[in-house]
């Protein structure tokens, strides 16, 4: 069974930084298709970011052109680099996984995903 572990715990003031990674707790087979969702309590996960087929990336409205997706696909790490960043992105980070192909239209959907990492938590306040 495969874990995914994130890093980048953190609290930050609204216009900071943060980078969040992902990597698998053991080596394993690639795992192309990988995400990034948030949620907040009594709320689904919500798609924030993923990976598809030739590492096209996919944003939600609410962070494109603040936060960044990226992937070291030799080492399977998954990263997402948040800028500017407000205190509506609050909440649970989770990374996701799936060696099989996802179709663009369920990149950002949580079911799309067989693995999944414990969750970072993210505070944007002042």
């Known amino acids: 069974q495969v874990h995914l572990v994130e890093s980048g715990l953190g609290s930050v003031q609204p216009g900071g930084s943060l980078r969040l990674s992902c990597a698998p707790s053991?080596?394993?087979?690639?795992?192309?298709?990988m995400a990034w969702f948030l949620q907040v309590p009594g709320m689904k996960p919500e798609g924030v970011a993923a990976?598809?087929?030739?590492?096209?990336?996919l944003y939600a409205d609410s962070v494109k052109g603040r936060f960044t997706i990226s992937q070291d696909n030799a080492k399977n790490i998954l990263y997402l680099q948040m800028n500017s960043l407000k205190p509506d992105d609050s909440a649970m980070y989770y990374c996701?996984?799936?060696?099989?192909?996802?179709?663009?239209?369920?990149?950002?959907?949580?079911?799309?995903?067989?693995?999944w990492g414990q969750g970072t938590q993210v505070t944007v306040s002042s």
């Open positions: 990976l598809g087929v030739g590492g096209t990336a």
């Open positions: 996701a996984a799936r060696a099989e192909t996802v179709p663009i239209r369920q990149l950002l959907v949580s079911g799309s995903y067989k693995y």
């Open positions: 053991v080596d394993t087979y690639p795992l192309p298709f």
